[in-house]
């Protein structure tokens, strides 16, 4: 995506209130990231304080750049004692497509791919957001804490809209930070690990949370107002140079095997210097398949350029195939074992669900009595 277009919003609202949101790209980005410094301390410290939301939406298989980029951090955050949501956001793949083409299936393969690299459903509660109502219900009152004006400012949102494929903005896409807060605060997630783009996101669910306390908390809060967890993960390029996308065909995804990676990693875009060197800025395409061996072997990129050397780039793919099979091969492994066993899949999510449901009643309780809606 691109951020350049994300930097030029003014700071404040036309009243220029505290509350207002804030989206100078910048400045959230400076400021998030020392917070992570901190939180990331706290977190060895007393991992029990957190409880995390993070979730993706089931549009087709997770690849290398989910993996290296969110996936591992979610289980090292899990593995550390968090307690952790996970949301499979399936009601909001409608926002850049106007059918979602089998639900189910992607569903299931994502929860495959989470259960593969470790996500352990006794310590992370795995949800669908359509079967949990009173998630959603929390949506209504959210929605009255936020202008027009402060969702059309939303950079990210005003990106999506800029590179949507539907020919009109739908006012899922509109309010779409809103949904993501509701999906946050409804079981008062404390902890968010995102990206730099999502920032202004969790910036309105900061709004909301604060915004619903101040007008319906008289003084106690019913909301966290949740932090950013900067993820200093690298971004990882897709086999034709461009960013790894599930819709580009440009992506090794965990659910492939050993033969169709070869194939993907083997018509990878190159350059012409057999000499191999690890230049982000001049060789985008082969600094980022050193990159990726390097990421998989826990090595220095330019370890691995080094062991090249001047073998060319036939070399440097059987390199990487080979990196990225090994890594890959016990995640793919598990994935197979708990593709056979659909029964325990169902059986996930429907826990899951449960688990979410019963914590967004009492959450959804909790708004109702705030706001004296009694009956
Ligand atoms: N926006 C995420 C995606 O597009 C999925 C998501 C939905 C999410 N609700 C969230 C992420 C809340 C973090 C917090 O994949």
Redesign the pocket.
Known sequence: MNTASRTTDPVTSADGSPGALRHDALALSAAAQARSAVLEERLVDDPRQFRV?????P?GRLHLGHYFGTLLNRVRLQDLGVEMFV?V?DY?VL?DRDIADDPTGYVEELVLDYLAVGLDPSRSTIFT?SSVPALNQLLLPFLSLVSVAELGRNPTVKDEIAHSRQSSVSGLMFT?PV??AA??LFCK?NL???GQD?LP??ET?RTVARRFNDRYGAGAAVFPQPDALLSSAPLLLGTDGTKMSKSRGNAITLAADADETARLIKGAKTDADRHITYDPAARPEVSSLLLLAALCQNLAPEQVAAGIGSAGAAALKRTVTEAVNEHLAPVRARRREFAQDRAYLRRTLREGNERAGEIADTTLAEVRTAMKNHY
Do not use: S
């Not at 939301?53 to 939406?57: A, Q």
């Open positions: 939301l993070t979730g993706d939406r549009t949301v956001a909001q926002t957001h779409y949904h993501q999906d946050i997630a968010v690990p995102v999502q996101h969790l669910t």
